[in-house]
């Protein structure tokens, strides 16, 4: 079965440093990867999405970026964390949108505080 | 780009009441999706809605599609404690950079009180 692993859980993080979370999925070949990002008061902001090695696309300009460097990995990174970058953020994962029946799966998400 | 819209955004319900969640979304979908997510928790899949007219039912909660009035329905009966949560409707579609991906709504926190 596929499973998909996000971490670290929590991190607090100071203005101005670097961030690196980190995903995988286990049990699947070539799948589409998300990032999304959850501030306080509950939507979901899609950040990041990749339908293959080192093919991202994004869909806010921000101070972030991602990398796919492996089929089944997916990183979100920044060089200098913003105050505004704290939230839960969910790394997801689903099989190609021609695929009938596909749906999202979610990793247990990351918690980020920015002080 | 795919809009989500759902209401109510809070509700707050007896045990034992039924009540209805409404997801309208703004273009065609060709798939509809509900999800759960517990405070401090990520999302749990709830119910996958494929075509016109889907119903599904698991528990007390039964989603439905209507892909002509683009809406989906998340019907609570006779609601327990347990089912306070959020609760998320999303589609698939094409956004303007990123291709196709979830689109989510604000969500629908749902309290049951005794």
């Known amino acids: 079965s596929q499973t998909i692993h996000q971490w670290p859980a929590t991190l607090v993080q100071p203005v101005g440093s670097p961030l690196s979370l980190e995903c995988t999925v286990e049990g699947t070949s070539n799948p589409n990867l998300y990032w999304y990002r959850q501030a306080a008061g509950r939507g979901l902001q899609l950040l990041f999405y990749?339908?293959?090695?080192?093919?991202i696309s994004s869909e806010v300009p921000q101070n972030l970026s991602a990398s796919r460097p492996q089929d089944r990995q997916f990183i979100l990174s920044s060089k200098k964390l913003l105050l505004s970058d704290s939230g839960f953020y969910l790394c997801a994962w689903s099989t190609p949108h021609i695929v009938q029946g596909t749906e999202a799966f979610f990793g247990q998400g990351t918690r980020l505080t920015v002080v | 780009e795919l809009k989500v819209e759902q209401n109510p955004l809070f509700l707050s319900m007896q045990e034992g009441k039924n009540y209805t969640i409404y997801c309208n979304y703004s273009t065609t979908s060709d798939r509809l999706y509900w999800y759960r997510q517990d405070p401090g928790k990520s999302l749990e899949s709830l119910f996958v809605l494929l075509s016109n007219g889907a119903v599904k039912q698991e528990g007390r909660l039964m989603a439905s599609l209507d892909t002509k009035a683009r809406l989906s329905t998340l019907h609570i009966t006779a609601a327990v404690h347990d089912l306070s949560a959020t609760y998320f409707c999303?589609?698939?579609?094409?956004?303007?950079?990123?291709?196709?991906?979830?689109?989510f709504g604000k969500g629908t926190s749902l309290l049951v009180t005794p």
């Open positions: 990749s339908v293959g090695i080192g093919q």
């Open positions: 999303a589609g698939f579609a094409v956004n303007s950079n990123s291709g196709y991906a979830l689109n």
